[in-house]
């Protein structure tokens, strides 16, 4: 019954993906798992499983960088007699994107000693019409004896910049006699391993990381106990999605800048924008804890550089577009906020600095093809209704609507370094509570049939632009 159990697991992943997936869908079956034995029932099993995660420090732009697997295995033959089986033990898988990439440097050893392995198609383990590639190998199981499998390769990671996911598949262990006795996984960074830089509590696209993780040093640790893969909604496949060495090592080159400069005000953009370029995910930002704190981080950055460097127009056009593209994506439930307010008045001055500047172009004409009732482009550059008039600011239904009045000659100071950045003393709102209200069919995309595809076409274009601008300040 468990041999049937296994191979229906195992046709399951092997399912090919819908066609509307295929740009983010994770890997199927991906290579990395536990070992298999074949066909037969078998008396062994797995007692104990660790396995390491050492993701390699490749900091080429663009990375997705790999990881060094190493995964011990002590195996038991509860039977009274030896056995020989046929091991096997994924090697290839599609990524999602109509290729198969297969695992590299793979280094098998039984008992200390390193034996050979031979390539293996099983007809009915395929993916669609492509026949996935196994490492097969032989292990004598003395019975009433423990025997030692370890099995090292390197893999690569998947998913877009500046994030890369890394995959372990524990459900192929549960071809083995009864429950697995125990699994130590163990996620190992170059650096110090941080909610900011695993991602908890969240799916980013095309996978979110197994819940459980504790964070000790360098690594993030998972343990489980006696436990059957694929049983009862237990687990089955790891999942580890984090910031690619990359754009980390940007963020801890641009930390040890300040940390080595206090006064250098670029040095502070810098760092606000590694924050910012991480804080952002495809279509979206991070909501869970290590993305609020980053978000916290940027917008402190920001200010402590526009502190020092007040009449910088790309830093603070820069600021403004952490502002308003996070406000941009609250919009669509909430409406606009004080927040927006301050990234429209931070692009403000932005343009009253350097109208003529690029980057600050760039990012003006992103701002206003987001909160285009706030800017408007004219012919001789953009007016600010926002600014001059008195906006009304929707927050979610059933909450009191805030109108505010800000100062027509306004000009912008750094934001208080509080989660929301509020506006400057010289303009502070004044606060009328009305009753509660529906937010404005204008900032719903789906309040009706007629608005739902310009909306939809709206967000994948603004979701390219953002991706593009965050090159930049």
């Not at 701002?367 to 600014?387: K, R, T």
Request: glycine share 8%; with cysteine; hydrophobic share 40%.
């Amino acid at each position: 019954m468990k041999k049937i159990l296994v191979f229906l697991l195992l046709l399951f992943l092997l399912i090919p993906p819908s066609a509307v997936l295929a740009d983010v869908a994770p890997p199927y079956f991906p290579p990395g798992a536990n070992p298999q034995p074949g066909a037969e029932a078998t008396q062994v099993r797995m007692v104990a499983e660790t396995v390491l995660i050492e993701v390699q420090n490749d900091t080429r732009p663009g990375s997705l960088a790999s990881a060094r697997i190493r995964a011990d295995f002590t195996m038991h033959n509860l039977g009274g007699v030896d056995e020989q089986l046929a091991v096997r033990f994924p090697i290839s898988a599609s990524n999602g994107r109509g290729e198969f990439p297969e695992i590299t440097d793979m280094v098998i050893t039984v008992n200390g000693r390193q034996v050979n392995w031979r390539r293996a198609n099983y007809p009915a383990l395929r993916y669609a019409d492509v026949l996935l590639p196994w490492a097969e190998f032989d292990v004598q199981f003395p019975a009433a004896k423990d025997t030692l499998i370890q099995v090292a390769y390197t893999l690569k990671g998947t998913g877009y910049p500046p994030y890369t996911a890394f995959y372990y598949v524990l459900e192929t262990g549960a071809g083995w006699k009864g429950s697995i006795g125990s699994a130590d996984i163990i996620l190992r960074l170059p650096y110090a391993a941080t909610p900011q830089n695993v991602v908890l509590d969240m799916q980013i696209g095309w996978a979110s990381t197994t819940p459980g993780a504790v964070f000790e040093g360098n690594e993030a640790r998972w343990h489980f106990e006696d436990f059957e893969p694929g049983e009862d909604g237990l687990v089955q496949n790891m999942e580890f999605v984090l910031v690619t060495p990359a754009a980390w090592q940007a963020v801890l080159k641009a930390q040890q800048e300040t940390n080595r400069n206090p006064g250098d005000g670029e040095a502070w953009g810098r760092l606000g924008r590694a924050y910012k370029q991480i804080f952002f995910v495809n279509k979206g930002y991070r909501e869970d804890d290590g993305g609020r704190e980053l978000y916290d981080l940027s917008l402190k950055a920001y200010q402590k550089c526009l502190e020092i460097l007040p009449g910088d127009a790309q830093w603070h056009a820069g600021f403004a577009d952490l502002l308003v593209s996070k406000s941009y994506w609250e919009s669509w439930g909430q409406g606009p906020t004080t927040v927006t307010l301050r990234g429209i008045e931070e692009i403000h001055t932005a343009l009253q600095l350097a109208p003529n500047d690029p980057k600050v172009r760039e990012i003006a004409a992103s701002i206003s093809s987001m909160f285009p009732e706030a800017m408007l482009e004219v012919e001789d550059g953009y007016d600010f209704p926002w600014l001059t008039q008195t906006p009304v600011f929707s927050l979610p239904t059933q909450t009191p609507v805030m109108v505010f009045t800000p100062s027509a000659t306004s000009t912008p100071e750094a934001a208080t370094p509080t989660d929301t950045p509020a506006p400057s003393a010289s303009d502070t709102p004044a606060v009328v509570v009305t009753s509660p209200v529906t937010p404005p069919p204008s900032k719903s995309p789906l309040c009706a049939s007629a608005a739902l595809v310009p909306a939809v076409a709206v967000i994948g274009g603004m979701a390219s632009a953002l991706h593009r601008r965050r090159r930049g300040r």
